[in-house]
């Protein structure tokens, strides 16, 4: 079956940086696009970023672009977010997905439905 591990959260002080990373398997990953999604404490689900399948076209909500950057492995069925000089506004609990979305609102909220699987997510703190 689909499955998706998050993996690298942690906690990390303001301007510092983190990799998440999502390790795929029970379908073919090369032919999905895929995305990040956070949720931060008593919010909903904000969509992050998200990549067409071969990695090629990248899409970032506002207020990540320039900070963030998702990217791909296909041969090793992995996705990723470099996540550079961090704001406490970017604590929260990180998630991989399988899908597409390239939204202009900022934030730009989402639900489970939107996507076809979750990995259980990663956390992210950001605090002195």
């Known amino acids: 079956q689909v499955r998706l591990v998050e993996s690298g959260g942690g906690l990390v002080q303001p301007g510092g940086s983190l990799r998440l990373s999502c390790a795929a398997s029970?379908?073919?990953?090369?032919?999905?696009?895929m995305t990040w999604v956070r949720q931060a404490p008593g919010k909903g689900l904000e969509w992050v970023s998200s990549?067409?399948?071969?990695?090629?076209?990248?899409f970032y909500t506002a207020s990540v672009k320039g900070r963030f950057t998702i990217s791909r492995d296909n041969a090793k069925n992995s996705l990723y977010l470099q996540m550079n000089s961090l704001k406490p506004e970017d604590a929260a609990v990180y998630y991989c997905?399988?899908?597409?979305?390239?939204?202009?609102?900022?934030?730009?909220?989402?639900?489970?439905?939107?996507?076809?699987?979750w990995g259980q997510g990663t956390q992210v703190t950001v605090s002195s």
């Open positions: 997905a399988r899908g597409y979305l390239a939204c202009s609102l900022d934030p730009c909220s989402v639900t489970r439905d939107d996507f076809g699987s």
């Open positions: 029970g379908f073919s990953f090369s032919e999905y696009s």
């Open positions: 990549t067409n399948n071969r990695g090629e076209n990248t």
